[in-house]
């Protein structure tokens, strides 16, 4: 069926990743790990590259930008941090 197909695109896509959007999906996910540490130092430069990266990325909204994509996972850790 189509929904099938769909979910199975989806899956290809999160496979390939371009090495432009590796790195980006590892720097947002470390800053997320970052931001979980108690270092209020290490926890305000996580979140300015998570604000960095979002706004960069939404400055034109043709489509869900990437940054949020990539933290959608996370987006439970973020709310209790």
Same mark, same amino acid.
């Given at each position: 069926? +189509?929904?099938?197909?769909?979910?199975?695109? *989806? +899956?290809?896509?999160?496979?390939?990743? =371009?090495?432009?959007? $590796?790195?980006?999906?590892?720097?947002?996910?470390?800053?997320?790990?970052?931001? $979980?540490?108690?270092?209020?130092? !290490?926890?305000?430069?996580?979140?300015?590259?998570?604000? *960095?990266? !979002?706004?960069?990325?939404? =400055?034109?909204?043709?489509?869900? /930008? +990437? /940054?949020? *994509?990539?933290?959608? /996972?996370?987006?439970?850790?973020? *709310?209790? !941090?």
């Amino acid at each position: 069926s +189509k929904d099938e197909e769909k979910e199975d695109e *989806k +899956k290809v896509e999160e496979v390939e990743l =371009s090495a432009e959007d $590796q790195a980006l999906l590892e720097g947002l996910e470390l800053a997320v790990e970052r931001l $979980q540490e108690n270092d209020a130092q !290490v926890q305000a430069m996580a979140l300015e590259h998570l604000v *960095k990266e !979002v706004r960069a990325a939404t =400055s034109s909204m043709t489509s869900v /930008p +990437k /940054p949020l *994509k990539f933290l959608r /996972p996370h987006y439970d850790t973020l *709310k209790n !941090v």
